[in-house]
């Protein structure tokens, strides 16, 4: 007697479609997980007034890049970490060598490219000398004597009379200064790491469907 044993239907094949059904899932919910946060962080970013760029920074990336996977991961991250780093942490700036922050004042203008200008900078450019001025309370200050452009910054007078002249400050000097804390960009990746195994379970209907 020969006895033969068909099961319909093939269990091979619905365990091979299922755990293939898995990984789109996976990494479908993966995608959209970090989509989602880095949507959220440029959010934060630009709601706190840092601008588009800043916010353009935040970068994210699903892994595999090819293919699907089970072990699926999504990357999100900032190409300008210690700018985001800083605003995320509020975190407390002294100077390098233990003397003066010099912040730059309206009078002071914009260095190259829109950066922060430095005082040895500043005398480069505009050809005038710095001041120092000690004050007892409040911060000091680097002044110099000049006049006002229409943009309100200070600039070599060319006045013979003196007419026009002013002493403006160009930096306040603080030994120390607190960042504010802008961001919050833990509650936004726990909210994002929260929502995985439930977008987990969506994908995997649809893409069983």
Do not use: C
């Not at 755990?19 to 959010?43: C, N, P, Q, Y």
């Not at 203008?109 to 000690?134: K, N």
């Amino acid at each position: 007697m020969k006895l033969k044993l068909n099961i319909t239907p093939d269990i091979v094949a619905m365990m091979a479609a299922e755990v293939a059904a898995g990984e789109r899932a996976v990494s479908a919910a993966m995608r959209e997980a970090g989509t989602e946060l880095k949507t959220a962080w440029r959010g934060q970013i630009t709601g706190a007034g840092l601008g588009r760029r800043l916010a353009n920074s935040i970068r994210s990336q699903t892994y595999p890049k090819v293919g699907d996977s089970l072990n699926a991961a999504a990357l999100v991250w900032s190409n300008a970490p210690e700018i985001i780093g800083a605003h995320d942490t509020g975190p407390l700036i002294r100077s390098k060598n233990g003397f003066w922050l010099a912040i730059p004042t309206e009078a002071a203008g914009r260095g190259l490219r829109g950066r922060r200008i430095t005082p040895a900078e500043w005398e480069r450019r505009r050809g005038l000398r710095l001041r120092f001025v000690y004050r007892r309370t409040g911060p000091s200050l680097l002044v110099a004597e000049g006049r006002l452009n229409t943009k309100g910054q200070a600039v070599v007078s060319r006045s013979k009379t003196g007419r026009g002249m002013v002493t403006a400050p160009i930096f306040l000097l603080v030994p120390q200064v607190k960042l504010p804390k802008r961001l919050d960009l833990a509650r936004d990746a726990g909210r994002a790491l929260d929502s995985v195994p439930g977008l987990i379970v969506a994908k995997w209907v649809e893409a069983r469907l």
